[in-house]
């Protein structure tokens, strides 16, 4: 077994790590983990002086591996949180089984962890990427690896190390897994866009600047309480959604003239033709029968004439529609616009739809 311990100084900005944080990442000569086993495990963290402390175990041959994970439990266990990258399904689970296996007291499953790939996965469809892996994620923030193999590819290496023991071959194992681990740390950057897809996430704390306003569109500015660096942009269902630097821009389709709010329970209603509006059945005492009738889910309603724009799931405004089945708006005037909480879940409403779409 080697060990192998550096310090590096990183240009990363880790001011969204954990206290206590450790990044780790495993290599292993397969993905099942009844007939496989780890060959290499890395882990960083960082001290004090801003420097990072980087630690790796390679096993030249499955007999080293209950000695090296006694060695990986015993250090690990010296931290707070376990920082890993689709750890939760496969890292963890895998360190936990050959722990076990080998009637180790196994930490993997009880520390408390951070998997960034669940943070940052729904980042994917925001930035127009192809996939969520580690590499295209680093590619995103303009990160280049030295390495030029994927995991997979290594196995193979690996098999051919363990014939010859090749110092070329044990550089291009140990440098893979390094950079996998860096690359986690260079993912803190993203965590505040990933926190815009939060459930109840407050994206904002004041209403939005109108940029223009005409009867086709509106184009709102949001100020963000920090500064980000990657913009990104969507175009979806008509509706524009830019990130950039401290805001975000939204551009919502307008519909003038008059629509109708129907109103629940329209059994509790009349409807009166002559004036094409529904009145709850105490006010409708007052009128004459002969100019009422029942009211019916398609004219329970009163008129509202203005400007609406598009109503998402998920938020609370009054509903107004073309007819009982008609899509859903909200009224734009300034109650609206100046309800912060409304417009935080519109946002998220629209991230959503830009994550499934």
Known sequence: MKIVEKRLHLNINAENLPDGALFLDIETTGLKKETTHIYLFGCMSRDDDGTWLFRQWFLDSPFEEREALTNIIDYITKFKILVHFNGDRF???????????????????????????????????????????????????????????????????????????????????????????????????????????????????APPEVISLDEREIFLRFALPASHRLG????????????????IDLKLPICCGELKYFYPHHKEYYYLPKEDIAVHKSLATYVNPAFRERATAENCYTRCSGSFFPLLPGCDARVFKKSAE???????????????????????????????S
């Open 91 to 205: 890292d963890l689970p895998f360190l936990d089984y050959h722990a076990r296996e080998r009637s180790l007291s196994s930490p993997f499953l009880e520390m408390s962890s951070l998997d960034i790939y669940k943070k940052v996965k729904p980042l994917k469809k925001l930035f127009h990427m192809e996939n969520a892996r580690l590499k295209s994620f680093e590619r995103l923030l303009g990160v280049y690896r030295e390495d030029k193999y994927g995991g997979g590819e290594l196995i193979d290496v690996y098999r051919t190390y363990q014939k010859n023991q090749s110092p070329e071959l044990l550089k291009l194992l140990l440098l893979h897994n390094e950079e996998d681990v860096i690359g986690m740390a260079d993912l803190l950057e993203l965590l505040p866009y990933a926190g815009f897809f939060e459930k109840d996430a407050e994206m904002i704390s």
């Open 232 to 247: 990104a942009v969507s175009f979806i269902d008509e509706i524009f959604f830019g990130l950039k630097d401290d805001h």
């Open 326 to 356: 008609g899509e859903p708006y909200a009224l734009l005037d300034e109650n609206t616009l100046n309800d912060v909480p409304f417009w935080n879940s519109y946002l998220r409403a629209v991230l959503y739809k830009i994550r499934k």
